[in-house]
Structure formats: structure tokens, C-alpha cells
């Protein structure tokens, strides 16, 4: 498989240096994929404005989307990025593992959302009746499928570009479940 080449900061536009700087500044770097992101004028600011939209999820419920995602797309760079991303907002790694295998035992709620969520990937967004039901039932609301199906777009467009440039993955490799 092709490795595309990851652009420094002095091969971009002046936009995508300034946006560089400010990752650089939030994250200490600039992670690979959004690196590559940066690859289009306009790639880079719009992922970040998805990313970091406002949403009726806590980041616990995005970190658990962005896992079981990442899972089900394959993509090793994601889940090592979000494997690291979830034990800094408070999961242990068996929790990680678990929820990378697509169940919460630890969490009603959490695993409602983990149920839909893989329903949505593995289905092309074809859900049956029942997990939608154990959603609301969980306390989701429709706000709340909204944003789900945003984080999931969001996560499937990173884990399809990563898949297809093969970026280095510049985070500890999570490990194979």
C-alpha cells in the first residue's frame, strides 16, 4: 500500500500554517492525519469545525462513537489516537477494550449508544427498531441521534482518508483486540 507523504508546515498555504500553529498549540503537534488534511485549502479548518462543533454529547459519548467506528472502518491510526484521547477523559484501558469490542457493561446509557452506533456503521445507517428504542430509552433524545450521526460522519471521513493515504501513525499503536 502507498504511504503518501505528510506535508510540513512551510509546504502549506499561509491559512493552513496559521491552523497549524494553532493545533500546535492545543495539542503541543500536529498530528499526521490532520497534517494531511492540510493537504486541501479548505480540508484541514473544515474537519476542525465539524470536530469541534457544539453537540449534545459529552466527550465520554463521542470518544465511545469515535472508537467503535474506527473499530468496524479498520482504521489503526483512529483507534490509536482515540484509545489515547479516552484514557485522558477518564476510561481505564479495560474499558477501552471493551468498548473497541462494541459493549458497555460498565454503562446503561453508554452501551445504548455503542448498540446504535454499530448498528449505523455495520448497516449504512439501516437501524432496526429495537436499538433505536433502547436508544431513546436510554435517555437519548433526537438532538442527541443527530449528533450521533454526526460524530459517526465525522470518524468515517477520517478513517476513509486515513485508509487511503496511509499515514504514519504518530500515537503509542493501540493494541489488536
Same mark, same amino acid.
Given at each position: 500500500m502507498k504511504t503518501f507523504k505528510v506535508p510540513n508546515r512551510d509546504e502549506l498555504s499561509q491559512a493552513n500554517q496559521d491552523l497549524f500553529d494553532r493545533v500546535k498549540r492545543h495539542l503541543g503537534r500536529v498530528p499526521n492525519?490532520?497534517?494531511?488534511?492540510?493537504?486541501?485549502?479548505?480540508?484541514?479548518?473544515?474537519?476542525l469545525a465539524l470536530s469541534n462543533a457544539k453537540s449534545s454529547l459529552s466527550i465520554k459519548e463521542k470518544e465511545v462513537i469515535n472508537l467503535i467506528v474506527?473499530?468496524?472502518n479498520g482504521c489503526h491510526y483512529c483507534t490509536s489516537a482515540h484509545t489515547v484521547i479516552a484514557k485522558l477523559n477518564g476510561f481505564t484501558q479495560e474499558q477501552i477494550l471493551e468498548i473497541r469490542r462494541g459493549a458497555v457493561s460498565f454503562d446503561e446509557k453508554l452501551d445504548a449508544?455503542?448498540?446504535?452506533?454499530?448498528?449505523?456503521t455495520n448497516n449504512k445507517g439501516n437501524v432496526?427498531?429495537? =436499538? !433505536? $428504542?433502547?436508544?431513546?430509552?436510554a435517555g *437519548?433524545?433526537?438532538?442527541?441521534?443527530?449528533?450521533t450521526v454526526? =460524530? !459517526? $460522519?465525522?470518524?468515517?471521513?477520517?478513517? *476513509?482518508l486515513n485508509a487511503i493515504v496511509n499515514v504514519p501513525i504518530d500515537f503509542p499503536v493501540a493494541p489488536e483486540i
Open positions: 492525519s490532520y497534517a494531511f488534511m492540510a493537504s486541501s485549502e479548505n480540508g484541514l479548518a473544515t474537519y474506527s473499530g468496524i449508544l455503542a448498540q446504535l452506533v454499530k448498528e449505523i432496526g427498531e429495537k =436499538v !433505536i $428504542a433502547n436508544f431513546f430509552a *437519548y433524545t433526537n438532538e442527541g441521534l443527530v449528533d454526526m =460524530v !459517526i $460522519a465525522e470518524r468515517t471521513f477520517s478513517n *476513509y
